[in-house]
């Protein structure tokens, strides 16, 4: 039996699993982002996943991907009923805590295939991506072409979600001790 967040049960005890349903793509995109920090290397590599609209209104990702990179993920192939991407950004990028360039404009044109798939390209597709940033915050990036940069808006869903653990020193401190030095006898 799944989890069911949209009526707040959980027969199974996991409230982050992919497909649960939820009543926002937010919801939805914060359960990936946590869902995809407990996995292994989940705060060294990319991971990703798209987030789909169900029949019955409510929004659920799949199990994430990921090429054990940490620089990058390749997302399966966009469906009809994706509404957005998430994916994870690692903290071994000094930009990593926003949503840069490149990642706007794959959302541009990730929504550009949707419309295709849903038969009309100028159709009003609502579509978003979301990064999980190493500082805890999950980010939205909405396409709008008003937008100042022309490409379109950045906000935060949700902060401290599941923050990168402190980074541990590579080396072990040494303790000093001052011994009084004995004499020989």
């Known amino acids: 039996m799944r989890n069911n967040p949209v009526n707040k049960t959980d027969p199974d005890g996991h409230f982050f699993d992919p497909g649960d349903k939820f009543k926002t793509k937010n ?3 914060v359960d990936a982002v946590i869902y995809i920090r407990k996995q292994p290397s989940g705060y060294n590599w990319e991971y990703g996943t798209h987030i789909h609209q169900n029949a019955d209104k409510t929004f659920t990702y799949n199990e994430p991907v990921t090429q054990q990179n940490p620089r990058g993920v390749d997302l399966p ?3 009809k009923n994706d509404v957005a991407d998430v994916h994870t950004h690692n903290d071994n990028d000094p930009k990593a805590n926003s949503i840069e ?3 706007k404009i794959n959302s541009i044109s990730t929504k ?3 419309q295709l798939l849903n038969g009309d390209v100028k159709a009003n597709v609502d579509y978003d991506s979301y990064v999980g940033a190493p ?3 999950v980010l939205k990036f909405t396409p709008n072409s008003n937008a100042p940069d022309g490409l379109g808006n ?3 869903v949700q902060k401290n979600v599941a923050p990168a653990p402190a ?3 590579t080396t ?3 303790l000093t001790t001052t011994k009084k030095e004995e004499k020989p006898q």
Do not use: R, S
């Open 167 to 169: 980074t541990k020193p």
């Open 112 to 114: 550009h295939e949707v």
């Open 27 to 29: 919801a939805a995109a």
């Open 172 to 174: 072990t401190p040494q």
């Open 154 to 156: 950045v906000t935060t």
């Open 101 to 103: 360039l490149p990642d």
């Open 135 to 137: 500082n805890g915050n």
């Open 77 to 79: 192939q966009v469906q």
